[in-house]
């Protein structure tokens, strides 16, 4: 069987060229998702920076710890707390102690992300001036890097200051370093310090001050901004390469059993002939299965070999990109390559099953009689897996509609839900085909001339072909209509909540949520004249302990009085109401565990106080980001960010406009108007997501135009008897090309609206979802992503068609009509 199966492959290479291409390029991406995923799991720690040479560091309470019956359960605090008085009290007496601040701001014409210290701090990292002297008035400041020279006045949203030194660029900061007391007035707020003392009498020292922690060693990283980014960085981007190993094996799969259907589809005579020649059942399936193994080992192997080339590459351009930390490199690991290698063996042994059974069930005397028409295209097997399956997506989707809804929302389930789907529509899709393929061509066919009703009659007629062909483009659409079109349908079900949760005429933010407006400038924004209702409101979270084991936070906003938001936010109460909040009640969602009008919860605040309140009013869950609200007496440390304005009855708009930019101008806050304020903060998807999806669908692009290549390809060839019976007839070359061209373009918008059908049933399951979540949804078809999309396809299919039937019709009709198939 192996001598057959390789005598095969040297003369049908062309055949199999596409499964070989699209096999060898989903085990190279199989094979960089599994060194990227293995470089992640032993990347080191990230070293201390900002306190690289400081001897100990404290920090204040900064995570919420609740003992539960299976084990501690923690949360990170939203406020952290500073270090208890008597503590830094205590270790004053130990030796030096420098309070570290941080704050954000910004300078025209300065880098972007700039980060205010005390320079007392500067030593710590360690940063030595280069240029300069540090310091010592309260306008006066030391920059890093070489973006402001010693003696520039430099305007910032903290007042203008002027460079009296520069520092050097260590890479992991823009800073700006001022006096400690300007930095002291700057932020209050200090939740750490520097102590020059031995470790073990800091322990001492802090023994019994709850929640306080000595870091030392490389536990200095914690005191760093965002300690954990590179541990984030690093799961997004196994959620990203692991989604796409999977979409990647999904349509890997999808391409080679179609590949390998159409294949046997041409090669029935061949079959017969074997079997008339005395070969069983058992010996054409062995024989295909050989022929995909042969091709299976070949690509596995050569994907293999590009994955160990792609993946240092790939690696160099996530952490260029962000979507992973600068510093990470792939490691020296073979089990990927192992993994990748059997997985692509496997892809290419279970894509051809099907084709196998139905290269066995061959008999001598129906191939040798068997017409060009297709008689039967769907089997009982193909039946049953393709009504399967789509009962099976049918029904999962109604328990999750009726069991979590929200679930529905996921990124992960919204991308691989729909491949269920898409494979029974590709499954069922001979049956439709015809009848498709007849309507698409009704207008065509009723024009002058025969070229309408050829392209309608050979569509029709050969189901199996059209159907191969179709199913590249049904993946590709489908994808692109079902990913894009659920990000879209949730970002736009995001921002119709926030449009209909607005009430205010002018909405005040804040340029940093940790400093916020403080009390003069909100008395100032309540002073502008034509205002009628002023509210104020702070950002927090709320954490709960759900069944007894399980930690939830909540995010949180604090207002000043249920009065002001109850005049400028339409919350979407399912019971209750806002008049009902105060000190001692919080407003909470359906998502909560208890969600009882009245019923007592204990929470834990931002800053890890422990509280009971009572259930004022319940919101809907709607999209999962309604969040709770507690007044500002249950957000402790939350400074105002957020400030709500309604005009007065009668009031200019412009008018107060001009008045709030005024009273928040030495603030740095931004005044915008309610319809302005909703379409910035629309939301929209975050980087890694985006580039993960455009990921999945450049991969299900590039699979599916190999295989429609290579189906065109393979069609063209099957029918150049064809071509030489109506070249006999009278047709010209060029009547006969645009022919050819026409039917490609049938069979690709068969194809488009197959695919449009699956995204259609997908996003009508996000439709439902969103309706039951108590959103208005809208459904947003990509017709762009999907429009690109079909016109690639298109052209590939014309140019796969046409060129190989321009080749042909070299020959003389005679010889072609001679041809064998």
């Not at 007496?93 to 880098?111: K, N, Q, Y």
């Not at 209509?481 to 079900?493: F, R, V």
Request: hydrophobic residues 50%; charged residues 20%.
């Amino acid at each position: 069987m192996l001598s057959a199966a390789l005598r095969t492959l040297r003369s049908r290479w062309v055949t199999f060229l596409g499964s070989f291409v699209a096999l060898s390029l989903g085990v190279a991406l199989l094979a960089v998702t599994g060194l990227a995923l293995a470089s992640s799991l032993d990347a080191p720690d990230r070293a201390p920076e900002r306190f690289a040479a400081a001897p100990v560091v404290v920090r204040g309470q900064d995570t919420l710890r609740v003992a539960t019956p299976v084990g501690d359960r923690t949360e990170e605090l939203a406020r952290p707390r500073a270090v208890p008085a008597p503590t830094v009290a205590g270790l004053k007496r130990l030796g030096t102690v420098v309070e570290d601040r941080s704050f954000p701001l910004r300078a025209p014409g300065g880098p972007a992300g700039l980060v205010g210290h005390p320079w007392s701090t500067a030593a710590f990292a360690p940063y030595t001036l280069d240029a300069g002297r540090a310091p010592r008035t309260a306008d006066e400041v030391v920059v890093t890097g070489g973006w402001a020279a010693p003696g520039r006045r430099v305007r910032t949203d903290r007042g203008t200051v002027r460079v009296v030194g520069t520092v050097a660029d260590r890479g992991f900061e823009d800073a700006v370093f001022f006096t400690d007391a300007r930095a002291a007035r700057l932020a209050p707020l200090s939740v750490q310090l520097v102590v020059d003392a031995a470790e073990p009498a800091v322990r001492d020292a802090v023994r019994g001050s709850a929640g306080v922690r000595v870091l030392t060693g490389d536990d200095r990283r914690y005191a760093d901004a965002d300690p954990d980014r590179d541990t984030e960085a690093l799961t997004a981007m196994n959620a990203l390469f692991g989604t796409a190993g999977g979409v990647t094996a999904f349509v890997s799969v999808f391409v080679v059993a179609s590949t390998f259907a159409f294949t046997v589809a041409q090669r029935r005579r061949e079959f017969g002939l074997l079997r008339t020649a005395g070969a069983t059942p058992g010996q054409i399936r062995r024989t295909v299965f050989a022929e995909a193994l042969v091709v299976g080992v070949l690509a596995s192997a050569a994907g293999c070999v590009l994955g160990g080339y792609g993946a240092p590459w790939l690696a160099h351009r996530v952490a260029e990109e962000g979507l992973a930390p600068a510093w990470f490199t792939i490691g020296d690991h073979t089990w990927p390559y192992h993994t990748a290698f059997w997985t692509g063996l496997l892809v290419a042994l279970c894509g051809v099953v099907a084709a196998s059974w139905r290269a066995g069930r061959t008999s001598p005397a129906e191939a040798l009689r068997e017409a060009t028409v297709d008689a039967r295209s769907m089997t009982p097997g193909r039946w049953l897996s393709g009504l399967g399956l789509l009962l099976t997506a049918l029904v999962t989707l109604g328990v999750a509609l009726a069991g979590d809804p929200g679930d529905l929302l996921h990124r992960k389930t919204y991308v691989l839900r729909p491949m269920l789907l898409i494979t029974a529509v590709a499954l069922l899709a001979p049956a439709v085909v015809r009848p498709l393929t007849r309507l698409l061509a009704w207008l065509p066919a009723r024009l002058p001339g025969a070229a309408g009703m050829l392209v309608r009659e050979n569509t029709a007629a050969g189901v199996r072909r059209t159907a191969a062909v179709a199913a590249p483009v049904l993946v590709t659409v489908a994808l692109a209509g079902s990913l894009l079109g659920a990000t879209a349908t949730l970002n736009e079900a995001k921002a119709t909540e926030t449009r209909e949760r607005t009430g205010a005429d002018f909405v005040i933010t804040a340029p940093d949520g940790d400093t916020g407006f403080d009390a003069r400038t909100v008395e100032r924004l309540r002073a502008v004249p034509g205002t009628a209702e002023v509210s104020a409101t702070s950002s927090s979270a709320v954490y709960v302990l759900e069944e007894g084991v399980a930690l939830i936070r909540s995010d949180a906003r604090a207002v000043t009085g249920p009065g002001a938001l109850a005049a400028t936010a339409r919350l979407p109460l399912a019971a209750g109401s806002v008049s009902g909040l105060d000190d001692r009640s919080i407003i909470v969602n359906e998502e909560w565990e208890r969600h009882t009008v009245g019923e007592k919860v204990r929470v834990w605040l931002g800053d890890g106080t422990e509280k009971t309140l009572r259930v004022a009013a319940v919101m809907h869950t709607g999209t999962g980001g309604n969040g709770v609200y507690v007044t500002a007496a249950n957000a402790p440390g939350a400074p105002v960010d957020r400030v709500d304005v309604t005009l007065a009855d009668g009031a200019g708009s412009e008018a107060v406009a001009a008045g709030l930019r005024e009273a928040v101008r030495q603030a740095g806050g931004r005044v915008s108007g309610a319809d302005e304020w909703v379409a910035a903060a629309r939301t929209q998807t975050n980087r890694p997501t985006r580039v993960g999806l455009l990921m999945i669908l450049g991969i299900a692009l590039l699979y599916t135009g190999i295989s429609l290549v290579n189906t065109m390809v393979m069609a063209t060839s099957d029918r150049v008897r064809d071509l030489a019976v109506l070249r006999l007839a009278g047709a010209t070359d060029g009547q006969l090309l645009r022919l050819v061209a026409a039917e490609s373009l049938t069979v690709v918008a068969v194809g488009a609206l197959l695919g449009l059908l699956a995204a259609g049933v997908n996003l009508a399951g996000m439709w439902a979802v969103l309706g039951l979540l108590s959103v208005r949804p809208t459904v947003v078809l990509p017709w762009t992503a999907i429009g690109t999309a079909v016109g690639a396809c298109a052209v590939a299919a014309v140019l796969a068609s046409v060129a190989p039937a321009a080749v042909a019709l070299r020959r003389r009709a005679v010889a072609l009509a001679g041809t064998k198939s």
